[in-house]
């Protein structure tokens, strides 16, 4: 399947290290301090470490933010800023925008890039988060991993993919063509939702993301017109079926088209070739033997006039539809205690501007590993 999805790359990072000489003034500060870091690092490794599997990710994530938190959340009772939430400075790319990355002093900017990674891995594997966080002091820039369009196609596109395991399923099983023509419909219409939240992003990198989107709505309302036409002729409604599977047709075309043109456009993530795959291929034979069934059956049986316009498919799934689990932060880590946070003395440690990494400098992007995809068979499901 990692010739089917189209993945932008992982977020790069600058090492950090917290290393707070002079602000934490007992072990047990030092030793947050050293965890923060060693966990960190850890968590970074899985990234692209081919045997890391979603327990271990979710294991290494628990564990650097349970810690984490501990700069962020009010640990002395009161409802002011933690004071140690502005210590550190994090530096992230974007997926989208290269390796040119912006920095920001705030552990909350740190929380949201690294879940946002995370999430992002999660898609990486299921093809081979949000969280309520304190709001940013620095405003995202657009464009940002971290700006809404942004993050809300992520999230629009890991439902309708969920949603792809979905429709493999109930072909798999030979569920009704109505619920697949449903399940199909839902699913394109989460891909045309995703294509119109990055309508306003700038076309330099946002043009190859968007040409996937699109490709696979088109894919999914071929399938859509595909079943619905085997529904149409079930109940004897030959002509319509047959408009329907032109549609099909029409609409499985485009979809080639699309596919070309993406593989031609240029931008940021991996090069998905859909067309290739049997899945698609299936599809494209479906349509042309479904069609040649009903046009031979209305020629000998039905004799029934073809309408001009192709169906309004107003289809809903009664189940089947894929639900997004809620994201949820750890635990506060048991190292955070009130006593231990008021060893860290900020009027101990001087901030060393000339330390900070400047806006432009360039962070080395993630070298993820090249798993060559296995041979497709056709989204068999076990």
Known sequence: MAHWFHRNPLK??????????????????????????????????????????????????????????GFIVSLDGTTQENKMRFIQNFKWTDTLLGNVASAQQDAVFELAAMAFNVAVWYTKFASRLEAQVPRFITPVEKGRDLEARVMDTYTIQSQAEAQEVTIARAIELKHNASLIAALAFETANFYQRADHTLNSLD????????????????????????????????????????????????????????CKEYRQTKGPGSTAKPSEQLFFLKLGSLIKNTLEKCQRENGFIYFHKIPPEAPQLE???????????????????????????ATFDLTKGAKDDKAKPKQEEEVKPVKEPDLKPQKDTGCTLS
């Not at 965890?35 to 628990?62: G, I, Q, S, Y």
């Not at 989107?213 to 079926?241: N, P, R, V, W």
């Not at 289809?315 to 946070?341: I, M, N, R, W």
């Open 12 to 69: 790069a990072t600058a090492p950090v290290s917290f290393n707070f000489y002079g602000v934490a003034a007992s072990p047990a500060a030092n030793k947050i301090c050293n965890d923060l870091r060693a966990t960190r690092a850890r968590l970074l490794e899985l990234f692209t470490d081919v045997t890391c599997n979603p327990e271990m990710m979710k294991k290494a994530t628990d564990t650097y933010f349970s810690l984490l938190q």
């Open 203 to 258: 076309p330099d990198y946002s043009s190859k993301w968007r040409k996937y989107l699109q490709l696979k709505q088109m894919f999914y309302i071929a399938y859509a017109y595909c079943y619905h036409g085997q529904t149409l002729l079930a109940s004897d409604k030959c002509g319509e079926a047959i408009r329907s599977l032109q549609e099909a047709e029409k609409c499985y075309s485009r979809a080639e088209v699309l």
């Open 315 to 341: 289809l809903k799934a009664s189940y089947g539809l894929a639900e997004p689990v809620p994201f949820e932060l750890p635990a506060l880590s048991e190292q955070c205690t009130p006593e231990v946070y």
